[in-house]
């Protein structure tokens, strides 16, 4: 029998290559460019509008990154993790103290330029430089100016959703976490929750971003993802730029 040849075995064993995953040419624009969904959301709030919650159902929504037949990975990523020190629930890159400030800028810098280098991915953020400038400036009264930032989120397609809720949801909320949270302590006053919020939507109302603002007063996550969804259909925000 004669050999085949790299490239025949290559077209026999992968005959989708060529169709679906073929490298394009600098400059091509791919007739499947159009249907690949790499929409890269944003979610903010303060606690307790189940951002976490509704981050997790967007990366499995398959409105937002397709029919899945199994799992594999998909980029869910937050500012809220304590990777400054070791000890938990430590110091990170929202809640840093002065010191840290500069290495709090490095890894904005860091994530910004991965999103850049795989801007044709989509990714879901769960709380980012808004919660770092909410915290900053309750807390030091400090206000970091991340407009380099938004300027380069913005060309890559981010889109900003901010989940509140209405002041008399908080408490149900509240009560529905402490059930579970292995750090009760944030939870202890929702005043805190209220002025946070209403900082938020400050902040957001400044943000270049296209956003949304999203209530979760009634619990339903499903709601809220397809809510998102929606809006991303509409503003053309699934697809990469």
């Keep these: ?31 499947h460019m159009s249907v690949k969904l790499c929409p890269k959301i944003m979610l903010e709030g303060t606690r307790l509008p189940l951002k976490t919650e509704i981050a997790f159902a967007l990366n499995e929504h398959p409105r937002l990154v397709g029919p899945r037949t199994y799992r594999y990975h998909s980029p869910l990523i937050s500012a809220e993790w304590c990777a400054f020190v070791n000890v938990p629930w430590g110091r990170g890159l929202i809640n840093f103290e002065p010191q840290q400030e500069e290495l709090a800028m490095e890894t904005y810098r860091t994530w910004i330029h991965l999103f850049e280098l795989q801007r044709y991915y989509s990714w879901i953020v769960d709380r980012f ?30 889109h900003l959703v901010l989940c509140v ?29 209220m002025q946070e919020q209403a900082l938020m939507r400050r902040l957001t109302h400044d943000s270049i971003l296209p956003t949304l603002v999203l209530d979760v007063s009634d619990h339903h996550i499903d709601r809220a993802a397809n809510a998102i969804a929606d809006w991303m259909t509409h503003t053309g925000g699934l697809w990469a730029r």
């Design 165 to 193: 809720r209405t002041p008399e949801s908080f408490e149900q909320a509240r009560e529905a976490r402490l059930k579970v949270s292995g750090n009760p302590s944030p939870y202890e006053d929702r005043q805190v929750f």
């Design 1 to 31: 029998m004669r050999e085949e040849s790299h490239e025949q075995t290559r077209r026999r064993t992968k005959p989708w290559a060529d169709e679906q995953y073929a490298e394009e040419k600098p400059g091509e624009r791919s007739k």
């Design 129 to 158: 430089h808004l919660s770092t400038r909410a915290y900053q400036w309750a807390t030091y009264g400090k206000d970091d100016d991340f407009r380099w930032l938004e300027d380069r989120l913005a060309a890559i397609g981010f």
